[in-house]
């Protein structure tokens, strides 16, 4: 009892020393409560498209978990940190380091029923504000989220292992010391840092693979798999720029004696150089955050808003129907059904490509291989139906091609399929009448040449190659249509009915008939129906980025804060000695706010640059789910930058001030 | 004359209670130019907060300090800092080297904030290192460095501005007997090279390391002894005496 009673008393009277650890923990775990809330409500599968936003948020919630047990550590840490004194105190005054374990223990106890007791309660409350946000994103309109016990227990039980981790550290670290270190941890001396041009030139080199990584990305898919890939490469690069790039810059600057020896820089180098290590490490925390935060928001509001624009390029009439026939047989079967079930097709657009060649191309030659980096789906179209199509004319001869690069680019002169080769005529950058994007990952190239009897022997060749079992490769017909919601409904259940086969009759499955129908049935799909999956996927995919996005702005909120609280108190001796000498209150204001501005905008410039890098791997990214719009993702980047660099100024600007106060008498 | 202190006084008053703590007392006093003076008193005699004062640290509640002419007292709270940088050198008990400067940086700190040439900082340490015995410290951190060590560094700090007074304040405090007989003596030397020195202590064998020793008790000075030539054995007996029978207090 009487460790209970010197447990609660040290929470108390040493608040400001566990608010931050509290607030941390508290936040934490209402975070992480919302994500489950919501992913366990049963109100979640009337969603649409509930399936791929459950995975979006158990992904997140992972995200969230592992976030919170760094997160939690460092906190903690912190906190210990500055405690050691007292513990030393309380091991000379005659405790045993057992019973200052167990008191840590018991603080750490209290604060685990404090966070999950208010935590559950605010999380509750938080969630359904969250939910209604999701729910609008996702276009829904209905408003329903029961709290769920299954959820209060996962997350109580994520943290109580997050707590008993932070126990096991802090026994650890107690019973590591001698009461003399503990006594004395808080003042030791630290040797000025070596700048150790390997360690740069390591992370330059980290840094600069991760850039180029990112530059080089050629296709989205290739950008999916890199993207982790180059993120590594990018934190580790950072954090080994902080450590030693930045102290041979410091030092490079102290050996300039005209420079150093000013008062500004004089006192900011010094200082700098002395913390530089702890710094280092911070300042990298910060600037990974603060990216992190970047790239989520951006990429995820980026992809938001570039769903119409997206839509509007893929449909060029409301409806798209794809029958796997040419384009004679299709439009007439189309429109004797159209007519039998009274469905009006407006504005309608047809044409006929080859199917889809999927393979790698690599200096203008395509080959039947999977390759992610290079995969390309190549379809061939007449220059017939391109005149129809557009109503311009061309004139090709028989070895000759004009390419459309609809996704990705194409620069080589000719193009080579196995023993058929066709020289490039012309590049065009769009087709009228013709999506501009595909729905698939990969690239995607339309060659014009001349008649199909330059493509039947290519898509022979190709079906070859492929194998007896897959199905030989022939012309397929898209149709393109306005039509009314109603009767798109209609029509697609009528359409998935029949098989259609390339040159085969086109049968209609009769119902009680055991029939071996080949070939797929024609699909449709509208503007509305996909509008609607996107925005689910979409909105999901928003509202993740949201609130991991939140939880990393206060994630790098906590880290500055507890950087500038440590930083003040080991400052706050320096700054009265440096009075006492004879530097103005004017001056040491002065001399803080320049070394602070500084901390302030080496993450935000690194940050940005990192961004500018992983901007060009986002734009591919996105373009997975569908934006060639550069304009509108820049704009939205450059916004959710300019909102995260306000917020981030004013967590500094609050942070400072306690700095300030720790520092001035 | 280089200081002159008249009718000083230091008057302490908490914000919420009416009582008053008086802490100086009508304190008058000169020193000549090239000094050591020695103002010794127990703890709570004033002695500190007399030296805040002199330091402009402290503003007196009334009377005045002038230093070569000017009242320090008068000065401006912008000017201040300037003022202590340029006439006045510090040597504190707990040595006050920042942990974040090396050795050399410390010395020069007060030059740099105010502004001096890299050129003429060097020049002047390069004469004051050998004199004080650092000159093999000087690229060394201050963690690095014994107490005796710190002090001798902060000694050249003090002297680097060339300072019309040195103000010390308990120098020998954290030091043990041996360090302490170096760094009086060597004080002593600097005093010979015609540097005012003027030190608050409350130790009798620092205080007779002194041209001069002013007994302070309850704010007042009471009474002054001159060395004149003595042995510092045979001065520190009298100041010793002199603190027993006067203040009624027994000293080392």
């Known amino acids: 009892m009487f460790y209970v009673k010197l447990a609660s008393r040290n929470i108390r009277q040493s608040i400001s020393n566990f608010l931050p650890f509290g607030l941390s923990s508290m936040v934490m775990f209402i975070m992480n409560l919302m994500i489950a809330t919501i992913l366990f409500s049963p109100s979640l599968k009337k969603l649409q498209g509930s399936g791929s936003f459950a995975l979006l948020l158990g992904l997140g919630f992972i995200v969230l978990s592992i976030f919170a047990t760094i997160f939690m550590i460092y906190s ?71 709290w769920s016990p299954l959820a209060v227990g996962i997350v109580t039980v994520i943290f109580a292992c997050i707590y008993l ?20 941890n808080a003042s030791k001396g630290e040797k000025e840092p070596k700048s150790r041009g390997l360690l740069a030139l390591l992370g330059i080199v980290s840094l600069g693979i991760g850039y180029y990584l990112a530059v080089t990305v050629t296709s989205p898919l290739d950008a999916l798999t890199k993207f982790f890939i180059a993120v590594l490469f990018v934190i580790f690069g950072t954090l080994l720029f902080y450590l030693s790039f930045t102290i041979w810059l410091l030092k490079r600057q102290k050996k300039n004696k005209a420079y150093y020896y000013q008062p500004k820089h004089f006192i900011t180098v010094s200082s700098m150089l002395y913390r530089m290590k702890q710094n280092a490490v911070g300042l990298a925390n910060i600037t990974i955050l603060v990216t992190m935060t970047f790239v989520t928001l951006a990429t995820t509001v980026g992809l938001y808003s570039s769903i119409n624009g997206f839509l509007d390029d893929y449909f060029v009439r409301n409806t798209i129907i794809n029958i796997n026939t040419t384009q004679q047989r299709a439009t007439s079967f189309i429109d004797q059904v159209a007519e039998e079930n009274g469905i009006p097709l407006k504005h309608k657009i047809s044409y006929e490509m080859s199917n889809s060649m999927i393979g790698a191309m690599q200096n203008g030659k395509f080959e039947n291989k999977q390759k992610l980096a290079s995969l390309t789906a190549v379809n061939f179209m007449t220059a017939k139906t391109y005149e129809t199509l557009t109503g311009n004319t061309v004139h090709l001869r028989d070895h000759e091609a004009i390419v459309f690069p609809a996704v990705g680019s194409f620069k080589e002169s000719s193009v080579q ?95 009680g008939k055991e029939q071996a129908l080949s070939g797929p049935a024609p699909s ?35 880290i500055i804060y507890y950087k500038q609280i440590s930083e003040g108190e080991q400052d706050k001796r320096s700054f009265e000695i440096l009075q006492e000498v004879g530097l103005s209150g004017a001056e040491v204001r002065q001399t803080i706010r320049s070394q602070v501005l500084l901390v302030f905008f080496l993450p935000i410039v690194v940050a940005v640059v990192h961004f500018g890098f992983a901007f060009i791997m986002i734009q591919k990214l996105i373009s997975l789910f569908g934006t060639t719009r550069l304009g509108l993702l820049l704009l939205t980047s450059i916004g959710t930058i300019a909102v995260v660099a306000c917020i981030y100024y004013l967590i500094y600007k609050q942070t400072s001030r306690a700095y300030f106060q720790i520092v001035e008498r | 004359m280089l200081l002159q202190v008249n009718h000083l006084q230091k008057i302490f008053q908490t914000r919420f209670s009416k009582e008053k703590t008086i802490a100086l007392q009508d304190v008058s006093f000169s020193v000549e130019n090239g000094e050591y003076i020695a103002i010794m008193g127990e703890s709570g005699s004033g002695k500190t907060t007399l030296l805040n004062t002199l330091a402009t640290l402290d503003k007196p509640t009334s009377g005045s300090v002038i230093l070569n002419g000017q009242d320090v007292t008068k000065i401006k709270e912008n000017k201040l800092a300037e003022f202590r940088r340029t006439h006045l050198g510090f040597i504190f008990q707990d040595f006050n080297l920042l942990d974040t400067l090396s050795v050399r940086d410390n010395i020069f700190l007060p030059l740099v904030l105010g502004r001096e040439k890299v050129r003429v900082m060097e020049q002047r340490l390069e004469a004051l290192a050998p004199k004080l015995n650092i000159t093999d410290l000087l690229n060394k951190q201050p963690f690095e460095l014994s107490g005796g060590q710190k002090q001798r560094v902060a000694i050249a700090r003090a002297l680097i501005t060339e300072p019309e007074l040195v103000l010390a304040d308990e120098p020998t405090a954290a030091l043990d007997f041996k360090n302490s007989e170096g760094l009086l003596s060597l004080l002593e030397e600097v005093n010979d090279t015609g540097q005012t020195i003027l030190m608050v202590t409350h130790s009798a064998i620092a205080a007779s390391h002194a041209k001069r020793v002013l007994f302070i008790k309850d704010g007042r000075i009471f009474h002054q002894l001159y060395r004149v030539h003595r042995e510092t054995a045979d001065f520190m007996q009298e100041v010793s005496m002199t603190m027993t029978n006067l203040l009624g207090t027994e000293v080392r």
């Open chain 1, 165 to 184: 981790l932070l126990a096991i550290i802090s026994s650890l670290s107690i019973s590591r010391q001698s009461s003399l270190e503990l006594l004395k």
């Open chain 1, 524 to 558: 449709v799909i509208s503007y509305d129906e996909m509008h609607k999956q996107f925005l689910s996927f979409a909105g999901g995919f928003l509202f993740i980025g949201l609130v991991l996005g939140f939880t990393f702005i206060l994630g790098t909120a906590l």
């Open chain 1, 417 to 511: 399929f196995g023993q058929y080769t066709f020289n490039i005529k012309d590049k065009i950058n769009r087709i009228r009448n013709f999506p501009s994007i595909s729905l698939t990952a990969s690239n995607w190239l339309i060659l014009i040449v001349n008649s199909k009897a330059q493509i039947q022997p290519v898509l022979e060749a190709a079906s070859k190659a492929a194998g007896s079992h897959a199905a030989p490769l022939s012309m397929e017909t898209t149709i393109s249509a306005d039509v009314t919601r109603e009767d798109a409904k209609k029509l697609n259940h009528v359409l998935s009915e029949y098989r259609v086969d390339g040159l085969k009759p086109i049968q209609r499955i009769d119902e």
């Open chain 1, 76 to 146: 903690y840490r912190f906190l210990l940190k500055r405690r050691t004194k007292e513990f030393g105190l309380y091991n000379i005054l005659g405790l045993k380091k057992r019973h200052i374990v167990r008191i840590s223990i018991l603080e750490l106890l209290m604060m685990f029923v404090a966070t999950v007791i208010a935590g559950t309660l605010l999380g509750i409350i938080l969630a359904k504000f969250f939910y209604l946000i999701l729910i609008r994103l996702l276009g829904e309109s209905y408003f329903d989220l029961a």
